[in-house]
């Protein structure tokens, strides 16, 4: 397990989704949630993906600044279709907002960051940025 997936155990543990039961004993999962990540390097750029279920293009926001990568988003309850509205027993799917975040420091070109979606797989990908030049400055006598 790499040291990144080790975090995001650990905060999941100490911050868990939030389960309460509401009205007639449901069990109800709101507010935050973190979707599943990879993250893998190649030769010339990172390559993200995060799985997104449920969500399309327009339920997800990408910001790149600074060297940090930011997704979120929202995602809705299905609307009841019965006059029933204790027709759910058990749920245990989460909805609601989200974020995740990824400091690339200085090594990504923030002018060739590209984000696609299908199937409810967000893949964005991160050019890499040529690396600086060390200057050697030689001191005047």
């Not at 399309?56 to 988003?73: C, H, P, Q, W």
């Not at 027709?87 to 975040?101: A, H, I, L, N």
Request: aromatic share 10%; no cysteine.
């Amino acid at each position: 397990m790499n040291t990144l997936a080790l975090i995001n155990n650990i905060l999941e543990d100490v911050f868990p989704a939030t389960t309460d039961i509401g009205p007639s004993n449901q069990m109800t999962n709101y507010h935050y949630w973190q979707p599943r990540v990879d993250l893998h390097e190649e030769k010339e750029k990172y390559i993200l993906t995060a799985d997104l279920p449920g969500l399309n293009d327009k339920d997800v926001k990408i910001e790149f600044d600074d060297g940090v990568l930011a997704i979120s988003g929202e995602r809705s309850t299905e609307k009841e279709k019965s006059d029933n509205k204790n027709s759910y027993y058990y749920r245990e799917r989460v909805y609601g907002k989200f974020e995740r975040s990824f400091n690339f420091g200085n090594s990504v070109d923030a002018d060739n960051v590209k984000a696609s979606m299908k199937n409810g797989i967000l893949t964005v990908e991160l050019i890499k940025r040529e690396p600086k030049k060390v200057k050697l400055i030689t001191i005047e006598h």
